[in-house]
Nanobody, 116 residues
């Protein structure tokens, strides 16, 4: 089993920044590529960014490229999402998971709200 706990969300004004964290526990060796996903009210959950096990390969959705940066610390079993230049349309619940995601790994997520 793998447990993923997201944190770091909050309320921020447009143009502001937040740093999300995802702490993994359990059989974490089973996960190689980790990703961040988000779900806005009334919308499907969507991919945000992902990072390889070694951290040397990252990719992100076009909507966040140049603004969001994903990173990881394998010694701490933690994945981060640095979010800069936030926009109201970034408002969503943010989740981490393996990429591609595993249904059983979804956690509670962390709410990010960006005010205009």
């Amino acid at each position: 089993q793998v447990q993923l706990v997201e944190s770091g969300g909050g309320l921020v004004q447009a143009g502001g920044s937040l740093r999300l964290s995802c702490a993994a526990s359990g059989r974490t060796f089973s996960i190689r590529t980790m990703g961040w996903f988000r779900q806005a009210p009334g919308k499907e959950r969507e991919f945000v960014a992902a990072i390889s096990w070694s951290g040397d390969i990252t990719y992100a959705a076009d909507s966040v490229k140049g603004r969001f940066t994903i990173s990881r610390d394998n010694a701490k079993n933690t994945v981060y999402l640095q979010m800069n230049s936030l926009r109201p349309e970034d408002t969503a619940v943010y989740y981490c998971n393996a990429d591609p995601p595993v249904q059983a790994f979804w956690g509670q997520g962390t709410q990010v709200t960006v005010s205009s």
